[in-house]
Nanobody, 111 residues
Framework: QVQLVESGGGLVQPGGSLRLSCAVS?????MGWYRQGPGKQRELVAT???????NYVDSVKGRFTISRDNTKNTLYLQMNSLKPEDTAVYYC????????WGQGTQVTVSS
């Protein structure tokens, strides 16, 4: 069973940056970062195939970068130019998502 452990969240001012990490145990193909903001449904933010092809939701294009290190079984999300509307709990999962989730990591963008 694939296990997922997210880290790297925190409190950051608007315009700031954060880098999220996800330790993945088990073999995976497509991976993704998801987020759930206050009072909102969980949404898919970015995806990456095992070969490195990426896709992003329009609201983060040009600001977020998803990457993976297959040798370390680690998924990353570099988030720049953060906005208050990026505030959410961020989760990693396979893409398509498995029917279970890690604990997520809280990202709060506020002055």
């Amino acid at each position: 069973q694939v296990q997922l452990v997210e880290s790297g969240g925190g409190l950051v001012q608007p315009g700031g940056s954060l880098r999220l990490s996800c330790a993945v145990s088990g073999s995976t193909f497509g991976m993704g970062w998801y987020r759930q903001g206050p009072g909102k449904q969980r949404e898919l933010v970015a995806t990456i195939t095992r070969g490195g092809t990426t896709n992003y939701v329009d609201s983060v294009k040009g600001r977020f970068t998803i990457s993976r290190d297959n040798t370390k079984n680690t998924l990353y999300l570099q988030m720049n130019s953060l906005k208050p509307e990026d505030t959410a709990v961020y989760y990693c999962n396979t893409w398509p998502a498995l029917p279970y989730w890690g604990q997520g990591t809280q990202v709060t963008v506020s002055s």
